[in-house]
């Protein structure tokens, strides 16, 4: 198997994040890595899937004992055999896991670093083949780093008591030069292959809330975002702490608390209950989080300012790990200031250590009073290039008061009008501004007029914003025509001559199209799932992952969830296309989600035949896709029956319809009239849809004779090219 077939059976991922394929390639080519990559980045990923690849067993370094039990159960659902070895195992326990090794039953092994060089393990060593040895959180090799370790130091030397070196790799997050330098040495990388890629998170929005009563604002904002939905609130203090968690649940928001001043077994109790889900909201001290891997969380407020921008980074950071849109809110008083302040006077530091707080505590205190954008903010701070002013996703840039200075562009756009001689709609002239090569365009030879093509950096919605808005202000009149038409009004030449200025929003106008795109491809799915199914899918996932002792996100996590509830799989394959569900995970939960589905939409009339199926032919075809495709053009070929196709492939004959038009997308010949058996339903067919449209299946089905099928009329759509 190929790495992308891996990625697509295991992990039921499509495609790499950045930096991954490269370090993934260049572990199987056995040469050492380092990468360096945002928290979320999908560091796990760059061993664990080459793991699965090399022979022999990997050796996954990780500090954090009570994350491995973790990682290992989400392996395990996957399909991936794996174990750990620390020191919450007993001695029965461990002997057991001993002989799995030995007898090659797993794949890749969690080891505590205090474990590396005890004799037992050594002599475990001995015996196997160790094809890698990847070290997670490298940075707590560094006395640098925030979190030093020093059974870290031990690595180096377990790599050399192996007796053929294996590749090593080595992942972290922290992107400090003299960090990244130290781990290469530390650790013995051998002339590496580095991937390190920015600390930008960008389905992070920040925001700075300058609020005089912190608890309302708590209130307002948990009733009106992400209902039902994890998040941490971070405290100051452990009274603080105490007291918040129980005025929220005073005010019936379930909450669990966390801090250092409770007994161990309490904290572990709290904190399992919000990473398997069975409490939404935690509030903490800042011990609260290190190793937390849970990757739905998806807002962190700080209710009180903690004392540096790194601290801030580092515990905000823990939101949207799985890439989706999450919130970092920081919560801000004056008051704070002066008990940071404080904290570090009442301390007995050496007078350039105070100096240093000081500053690193003045950045952060600068971050809450730039009107700036907050991610270039923090970007700055951590030595980062700006790419824009403006992130378009933090509280500053999509501020509401703010207005701007739009004169020029309102003069742009009332001069096009001018232009194109009063004679057009808005998309005709927002298609002139932006200069397209619409053929309408073109055969009008509105590409002449000297305005065509001078408000190209601007995107299409908000152009149209502007446009909405100069009507409102009465500087465009559109005429109450059949098609609409943009004129001039008496107030125009104002503008034109520069005599008014018109100011606008600033939220509404900062997606010029050069900008950063706000969130990664889960837009789509974002705005478009079905929030009742959604709920529906979630209860399952919450049931089985109590049954199972897992957190429900081992299961699915939300964004596959919701993807689910935008496509509507029903059926093997179309499960399988959903991000994030593998082979294995089809395997274990595929029928039950599906039972959902199918139950959701007939209760609610949703004609599964119809459009919803439609999206997945939206997806562009991948490498992993194609040879699927190939594999039914070849059953094609050989001349068989679509329904013959389709048991062949063990497909439906939708989806082998589906599969036959990409191919004749992508080139190949498909004689469609192979299928049809009887010409008369071509007709009808083509007379039932310039009835009814094309827009949904059903309506077409419903115009016709029993008899015929709703693949006759795929057949035929497919056939006239009519999509
Ligand atoms: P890191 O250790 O770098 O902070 P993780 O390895 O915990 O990040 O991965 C973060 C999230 O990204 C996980 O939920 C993981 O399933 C997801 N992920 C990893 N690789 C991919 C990918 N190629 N496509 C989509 N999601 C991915
Ligand atoms: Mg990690
Ligand atoms: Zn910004």
């Given at each position: 198997?190929?790495?992308?077939?891996?990625?697509?059976?295991?992990?039921?991922?499509?495609?790499?994040?950045?930096?991954?394929?490269?370090?993934?390639?260049?572990?199987?080519?056995?040469?050492?890595?380092?990468?360096?990559?945002?928290t979320g980045?999908?560091?796990?990923?760059?061993?664990?899937?080459?793991?699965?690849?090399?022979?022999?067993?990997?050796?996954?370094?990780?500090?954090?004992?009570?994350?491995?039990?973790?990682?290992?159960?989400?392996?395990?659902?996957?399909?991936?055999?794996?174990?750990?070895?620390?020191?919450?195992?007993?001695?029965?326990?461990?002997?057991?896991?001993?002989?799995?090794?030995?007898?090659?039953?797993?794949?890749?092994?969690?080891?505590?670093?205090?474990?590396?060089?005890?004799?037992?393990?050594?002599?475990?060593?001995?015996?196997?083949?160790?094809?890698?040895?990847?070290?997670?959180?490298?940075?707590?090799?560094?006395?640098?780093?925030?979190?030093?370790?020093?059974?870290?130091?031990?690595?180096?030397?377990?790599?050399?008591?192996?007796?053929?070196?294996?590749?090593?790799?080595?992942?972290?997050?922290?992107?400090?030069?003299?960090?990244?330098?130290?781990?290469?040495?530390?650790?013995?990388?051998?002339?590496?292959?580095?991937?390190?890629?920015?600390?930008?998170r960008p389905n992070l929005f920040?925001?700075?809330?300058?609020?005089?009563?912190?608890?309302?604002?708590?209130?307002?904002?948990?009733?009106?975002?992400?209902?039902?939905?994890?998040?941490?609130?971070?405290?100051?203090?452990?009274?603080?702490?105490?007291?918040?968690?129980?005025?929220?649940?005073?005010?019936?928001?379930?909450?669990?608390?966390?801090?250092?001043?409770?007994?161990?077994?309490?904290?572990?109790?709290?904190?399992?209950?919000?990473?398997?889900?069975?409490?939404?909201?935690?509030?903490?001290?800042?011990?609260?989080?290190?190793?937390?891997?849970?990757p739905d969380v998806r807002f962190v407020?700080?209710?009180?300012?903690?004392?540096?921008?790194?601290?801030?980074?580092?515990?905000a950071g823990r939101a949207g790990r799985d890439g989706e849109p999450s919130d970092c809110?920081?919560?801000?008083?004056?008051?704070?200031?002066?008990?940071?302040?404080?904290?570090?006077?009442?301390?007995?530091?050496?007078?350039?250590?105070?100096?240093?707080?000081?500053?690193?505590?003045?950045?952060?205190?600068?971050?809450?009073?730039?009107?700036?954008?907050?991610?270039?903010?923090?970007?700055?701070?951590?030595?980062?290039?700006?790419?824009?002013?403006?992130?378009?996703?933090?509280?500053?840039?999509?501020?509401?008061?703010?207005?701007?200075?739009?004169?020029?562009?309102?003069?742009?756009?009332?001069?096009?009008?001018?232009?194109?001689?009063?004679?057009?709609?808005?998309?005709?002239?927002?298609?002139?501004?932006?200069?397209?090569?619409?053929?309408?365009?073109?055969?009008?030879?509105?590409?002449?007029?000297?305005?065509?093509?001078?408000?190209?950096?601007?995107?299409?919605?908000?152009?149209?914003?502007?446009?909405?808005?100069?009507?409102?202000?009465?500087?465009?009149?559109?005429?109450?025509?059949?098609?609409?038409?943009?004129?001039?009004?008496?107030?125009?030449?104002?503008?034109?001559?520069?005599?008014?200025?018109?100011?606008?929003?600033?939220?509404?106008?900062?997606?010029?199209?050069?900008?950063?795109?706000?969130v990664?491809?889960?837009?789509?799915?974002?705005?478009?799932?079905?929030?009742?199914?959604?709920?529906?899918?979630?209860?399952?996932?919450?049931?089985?992952?109590?049954?199972?002792?897992?957190?429900?996100?081992?299961?699915?996590?939300?964004?596959?969830?919701?993807?689910?509830?935008?496509?509507?799989?029903?059926?093997?394959?179309?499960?399988?296309?959903?991000?994030?569900?593998?082979?294995?995970?089809?395997?274990?939960?595929?029928?039950?989600?599906?039972?959902?589905?199918?139950?959701?939409?007939?209760?609610?009339?949703?004609?599964?035949?119809?459009?919803?199926?439609?999206?997945?032919?939206?997806?562009?075809?991948?490498?992993?896709?194609?040879?699927?495709?190939?594999?039914?053009?070849?059953?094609?070929?050989?001349?068989?029956?679509?329904?013959?196709?389709?048991?062949?492939?063990?497909?439906?004959?939708?989806?082998?319809?589906?599969?036959?038009?990409?191919?004749?997308?992508?080139?190949?010949?498909?004689?469609?009239?192979?299928?049809?058996?009887?010409?008369?339903?071509?007709?009808?067919?083509?007379?039932?849809?310039?009835?009814?449209?094309?827009?949904?299946?059903?309506?077409?089905?419903?115009?016709?004779?029993?008899?015929?099928?709703?693949?006759?009329?795929?057949?035929?759509?497919?056939?006239?090219?009519?999509?």
């Open positions: 198997m190929n790495i992308h077939k891996i990625l697509k059976t295991y992990f039921g991922y499509e495609e790499f994040k950045k930096g991954q394929e490269k370090l993934i390639r260049g572990s199987l080519n056995g040469k050492d890595v380092l990468g360096v990559m945002p980045g999908g560091k796990s990923l760059c061993y664990q899937l080459p793991a699965i690849l090399l022979e022999g067993i990997t050796i996954v370094i990780s500090p954090l004992i009570s994350l491995m039990k973790d990682q290992v159960d989400s392996l395990n659902e996957m399909g991936i055999s794996g174990t750990y070895i620390n020191s919450t195992l007993n001695g029965e326990e461990l002997s057991e896991r001993m002989q799995g090794i030995r007898g090659g039953k797993y794949k890749i092994i969690y080891v505590a670093p205090e474990r590396l060089n005890t004799y037992l393990f050594r002599d475990l060593i001995k015996d196997i083949k160790v094809s890698m040895v990847a070290i997670d959180e490298a940075h707590c090799i560094s006395q640098w780093g925030h979190d030093f370790r020093p059974s870290y130091l031990e690595i180096p030397k377990f790599i050399k008591s192996i007796e053929n070196r294996p590749v090593v790799s080595a992942y972290t997050a922290t992107a400090t030069k003299e960090v990244i330098v130290e781990i290469k040495e530390l650790i013995g990388l051998k002339d590496p292959l580095e991937s390190i890629i920015g600390f930008d920040y925001k700075v809330a300058k609020v005089s009563d912190k608890f309302s604002y708590l209130i307002d904002y948990l009733k009106n975002n992400y209902q039902g939905e994890s998040g941490i609130i971070y405290c100051a203090t452990r009274k603080t702490v105490e007291a918040l968690a129980k005025k929220l649940n005073q005010k019936g928001i379930p909450t669990v608390d966390y801090h250092g001043g409770m007994t161990a077994e309490i904290r572990q109790k709290n904190q399992d209950d919000f990473i398997f889900g069975k409490v939404n909201i935690i509030v903490a001290t800042n011990a609260f989080g290190m190793g937390i891997d849970k407020i700080h209710y009180n300012m903690p004392k540096n921008m790194e601290a801030y980074y580092q515990e809110i920081l919560l801000y008083s004056p008051a704070d200031i002066v008990k940071q302040k404080f904290l570090i006077q009442s301390s007995t530091f050496s007078p350039r250590r105070e100096t240093m707080l000081y500053e690193n505590l003045q950045y952060l205190v600068d971050y809450c009073n730039t009107n700036d954008c907050l991610r270039n903010s923090i970007l700055k701070y951590f030595g980062e290039e700006i790419e824009e002013d403006n992130c378009n996703n933090c509280g500053n840039c999509l501020s509401e008061s703010e207005m701007v200075d739009i004169t020029i562009e309102a003069q742009k756009i009332l001069s096009c009008i001018y232009r194109v001689q009063e004679r057009y709609g808005t998309t005709m002239v927002i298609q002139v501004l932006r200069g397209s090569r619409s053929k309408r365009i073109l055969e009008l030879g509105l590409d002449k007029v000297s305005t065509y093509g001078i408000m190209k950096e601007y995107s299409e919605s908000v152009l149209k914003e502007i446009v909405m808005t100069l009507v409102s202000m009465d500087y465009i009149y559109i005429t109450a025509d059949k098609y609409p038409v943009l004129k001039l009004t008496q107030n125009s030449s104002s503008v034109l001559k520069g005599e008014v200025k018109v100011y606008h929003k600033k939220d509404l106008l900062v997606t010029k199209s050069s900008g950063r795109k706000k990664v491809s889960s837009d789509y799915i974002e705005a478009n799932y079905d929030k009742s199914l959604f709920e529906e899918l979630r209860e399952l996932r919450y049931r089985l992952s109590q049954e199972k002792g897992l957190a429900p996100f081992m299961i699915f996590h939300d964004s596959s969830l919701k993807e689910m509830a935008v496509y509507f799989p029903q059926d093997r394959e179309s499960f399988l296309n959903i991000k994030g569900v593998g082979l294995k995970k089809y395997e274990s939960y595929g029928e039950q989600f599906i039972k959902i589905i199918k139950d959701y939409s007939t209760e609610n009339r949703i004609d599964l035949a119809g459009f919803k199926r439609e999206n997945l032919v939206e997806k562009p075809a991948r490498e992993y896709d194609m040879d699927r495709y190939q594999l039914t053009y070849d059953c094609y070929l050989e001349g068989l029956s679509l329904k013959e196709i389709a048991s062949r492939r063990d497909y439906t004959i939708n989806t082998i319809i589906r599969h036959l038009e990409r191919c004749e997308k992508n080139g190949q010949t498909v004689n469609w009239s192979r299928f049809i058996d009887d010409p008369s339903k071509e007709k009808k067919i083509l007379a039932a849809i310039d009835e009814v449209g094309l827009e949904k299946l059903k309506p077409i089905k419903e115009m016709l004779p029993e008899e015929i099928s709703y693949e006759d009329i795929r057949i035929v759509i497919a056939k006239n090219r009519l999509k």
